[in-house]
């Protein structure tokens, strides 16, 4: 069933725009792709007008205990959902949904990252769902330079894809100094040496422009956020290119915080191209903000810092950082309203986009068999009606999804289409 030819379409390859292409699938494998196909015995769809695509890498989420988040997201088209701090075992059920359903997106965890006692995200956790019997009792405490190696050796254990760092002191959110615990930078840089030894990439949370320079000194190799309380400076920049590090701006996050995105994420809650694709509940979210900012925190330093540094020719890539019931974060959705901020509040083209939400994360990550249509990757892809390469919003004009090759046909109480 996981074989078929699609054919007569305009092609975005990870790269590039191909006018009138076919890809032949066997297996769940991609197995050629040229102007023409010709192979009897196959299912053929032919759809001109149409755009084939890498299924979408959303690089910033924390589906938590449920199924619906993540398929949520998959009736997006993100084919990939990379967690960035989950508990461990909500990582192992997701892995395992991803393992057996091909309605489901592939899961990439970093499983727990690495938090201290009394810091990030559990500080927030806490003050915003006063749920007093959650627990903390079994999250990592990396508190000194000597619990670097330990928490590495877990992580491998755990299986880990890779290593987040939680560097946050709540500058930029208006929280006052001393009340959020924060690892010291060189705690930071003995987890991002221990983990470059296993050869594990190590990525930081940093919603400040003090505590993003502070994880790039620590060496990191990207950011999962930029900062919004201060003007890009060049030795940002500078630390950036030094790293060779990327950037997922999550303009989505930084608008939902300072609360000045509203008025663009209202229309997309009212699109029936996504309302038929989230929960109730979730509609209202979309365009709700989380409203945490110090009084000199703005939007657009969020916004400039992304120009400045892509002008610079830092990678960017793309994520939501969606997560359960978070106001503005809502999964799939925000994805591709990150993809539309980008291109109209940051100025990339949307092919830079395209590229950013597919082969950019799959290479800076190191994976070899997504975030491309070539021969020999697996066949995660996405077929729209319209040129998102035009128009970015024409993503939501979702047609087909295939994951592995197997056609996604619905979940239950959702459109197919
Ligand atoms: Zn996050």
Redesign the pocket.
């Given at each position: 069933m996981n074989s078929f030819i699609i054919k007569n379409v305009r092609l975005f390859d990870g790269e590039n725009i191909h006018e009138d292409s076919s890809v032949l699938v066997e297996d769940g494998i991609i197995k050629q792709v040229q102007q023409d196909i010709e192979k009897s015995g196959l299912l053929i769809f032919s759809k001109p007008g149409h755009t084939l695509l890498p299924g979408l890498i959303d690089a910033?989420?924390?589906p938590y205990r449920e199924s619906r988040l993540s398929e949520q997201a998959f009736r997006f088209g993100i084919t990939t959902l990379m967690d960035?701090?989950n508990l461990h075992d909500n990582a192992v059920q997701q892995k395992q949904w991803a393992k057996e359903r091909k309605d489901f997106p592939d899961i990439k965890s970093c499983h727990f990252s690495a938090t201290i006692e009394g810091g990030w995200?559990a500080w927030v956790e806490k003050r915003l769902s006063n749920n007093e019997f959650a627990t903390y009792d079994d999250w990592p405490n990396v508190a000194t330079e000597d619990d670097a190696e330990p928490f590495i050796e877990t992580a491998i254990r755990n299986g880990s894809d890779y290593i987040k760092l939680m560097h946050e002191a709540g500058r930029a959110i208006g929280i006052k100094k001393g009340l959020i615990v924060q690892p010291r930078e060189a705690v930071q840089a003995a987890i991002v040496r221990a983990a470059h030894e296993r050869g594990l990439k190590v990525v930081a949370?940093a919603l400040s422009l003090k505590d993003t320079l502070e994880v790039l000194r620590a060496g990191v190799d990207g950011l999962?956020?930029t900062f919004f309380d201060e003007p890009i400076t060049p030795e940002v920049i500078d630390l950036y290119k030094r790293n060779n590090a990327w950037v997922n701006p999550?303009l989505v996050?930084a608008g939902s915080l300072t609360c000045e995105s509203k008025e663009i994420l209202k229309s997309f809650s009212e699109d029936e191209r996504v309302k038929s694709r989230v929960s109730t509940e979730d509609v209202q979210l979309i365009h709700d903000c989380l409203h945490m900012k110090s009084p000199g925190a703005k939007w657009e330093y969020a916004i400039d810092s992304v120009r400045q540094l892509k002008a610079a020719g830092v990678d960017i890539i793309c994520?939501s950082?969606a997560?359960a019931g978070a106001p503005g974060?809502v999964f799939g959705a925000n994805l591709h309203i990150e993809m539309y901020l980008l291109v109209n509040k940051a100025g990339l083209s949307p092919i830079e986009v395209l590229r950013a939400t597919t082969s950019v994360t799959a290479d800076r990550f190191g994976w070899s068999d997504r975030g491309r249509i070539a021969a020999g990757l697996k066949a995660d892809l996405l077929l729209v009606e319209g040129n998102p390469s035009v128009d970015i919003t024409d993503l939501l004009n979702i047609r087909g999804i295939w994951r592995d090759g197997v056609k996604f046909n619905g979940h239950p109480g959702f459109s197919q289409n």
């Open positions: 910033h989420s924390h960035m701090h995200p949370h999962a956020h999550t996050a994520g950082d997560a974060l």
